[in-house]
């Protein structure tokens, strides 16, 4: 059984920072890519940035590039989303989510595991 616990969000004033954090448990294999999305109010869930098990990241919101950076630590089965120069439209839930497939994809419907969400407010 796989389980996805994402931490670290909270409320923070425009411009500063915050790290997401998602540890997983269970096995979900070591080639694997590992994700984050985001769904603000009243909007779609979006693809943030990706990570594949060779730590090859990928960025997919044109909103966060330069600002949002994903990495992993391997040995603790945890991938982070370290976030900066925060703005009000990075206001979301933000979730984690694992794919058994060693390539990064914005396609939701490809994700094997998720979890339950970590919310940012940016005021």
């Known amino acids: 059984h796989v389980q996805l616990v994402e931490s670290g969000g909270g409320s923070v004033q425009a411009g500063g920072s915050l790290r997401l954090d998602c540890l997983a448990s269970g096995s979900t294999g070591t080639r694997n890519v590992m994700a984050w999305f985001r769904q603000a109010p009243g909007k779609e869930r979006e693809a943030v940035a990706c990570?594949?098990?060779?730590?090859?990241?990928?960025v997919y919101a044109d909103s966060v590039e330069g600002r949002f950076t994903i990495s992993r630590d391997g040995d603790k089965n945890t991938v982070y989303l370290q976030m900066s120069s925060l703005k009000p439209e990075d206001t979301a839930m933000h979730y984690c989510?694992?794919?058994?497939?060693?390539?990064?994809?914005?396609?939701?419907?490809?994700?094997?595991?998720w979890g339950q969400g970590t919310q940012v407010t940016v005021s």
């Open positions: 990570l594949t098990w060779r730590d090859e990241p990928t």
């Open positions: 989510a694992v794919r058994v497939d060693m390539r990064c994809t914005r396609v939701q419907a490809l994700y094997n595991y």
